[in-house]
């Protein structure tokens, strides 16, 4: 079983529409939890971080559930520019090495 | 941005030929890591360093070497490069003593062995 595992689709969508991601992790103990935002052929970008009471950046909304490991990512409204691969990213709780675990990715695709 | 730069960007070589692949950073950083991507396998670890000459393996060490003379810079060395190595390597810095684990990616470097 892999320590972080996405749904790697295509999600195709159109503009306007809302979007969720959802992603489980096997660690228990892991402690942070993020998105990053990979557009083709160019490095992760941090998207948000993720935290226990939930968290919201303008149409992003990121939820961990601790009990059920799973995290996940709510996009509304979507745009053209949203389209990319989405990755859901676990620190690895290996002590204090900050070294991240990161799933395959999703891949959103927002069409006109 | 991170102040995170990788050369070189992209590179074509031959099976058994050694390849050095540099990481930059003016930001300071503690920790740097080597990852490598590749399809159907998303970003897998190669090798760290959490200080000057400390360095660790992570899960797709073997093939690959590393080195850590000062803070700005992290070397990754294929000693005899083979076709499996051939993929995106991606570098990237952190600050655990932070209170995030955020990790800040360079622009990449596009191998490719023949």
């Known amino acids: 079983r892999k320590e972080v595992e996405q749904d790697p689709g295509p999600f195709n969508v159109p503009e306007g529409a809302t979007v969720a991601f959802n992603c489980t992790y096997s660690n228990s103990a892991s402690q942070s939890f993020f998105w990053y935002r990979q557009d083709c052929r160019k490095e992760p970008k941090l998207l948000m971080s993720v935290y226990s009471s939930g968290n919201e950046d303008g149409r992003f909304t990121a939820q961990l559930n601790r009990a059920s490991q799973y995290i996940s990512l709510l996009i509304r409204d979507s745009k053209l520019s949203d389209s990319a691969t989405y990755l859901c990213v676990v620190n690895s709780a290996s002590g204090n090495t900050g070294k991240l675990i990161f799933g395959q990715g999703t891949t959103l695709q927002v069409k006109p | 941005d991170a102040g995170i730069t990788q050369s070189p960007r992209h590179k074509v070589t031959e099976t058994g030929t050694p390849v050095t692949l540099r990481c930059h950073q003016t930001?300071?950083?503690?920790?740097m890591y080597w990852y490598r991507q590749d399809p159907g396998h998303g970003l897998r670890l190669i090798h760290y360093?959490?200080?000057?000459?400390?360095?660790d393996k992570g899960e797709v060490s073997d093939g690959y070497s590393v080195s850590r003379s000062k803070t700005e810079d992290f070397l990754l060395t294929l000693e005899s490069a083979t076709s499996s190595q051939t993929s995106v390597y991606f570098c990237a810095i952190s600050e655990p003593r932070q209170s995030t684990d955020t990790q800040y990616f360079g622009p990449g470097t596009r191998l490719t062995v023949l």
């Open positions: 360093s959490y200080g000057v000459k400390d360095t």
């Open positions: 930001e300071n950083h503690r920790y």
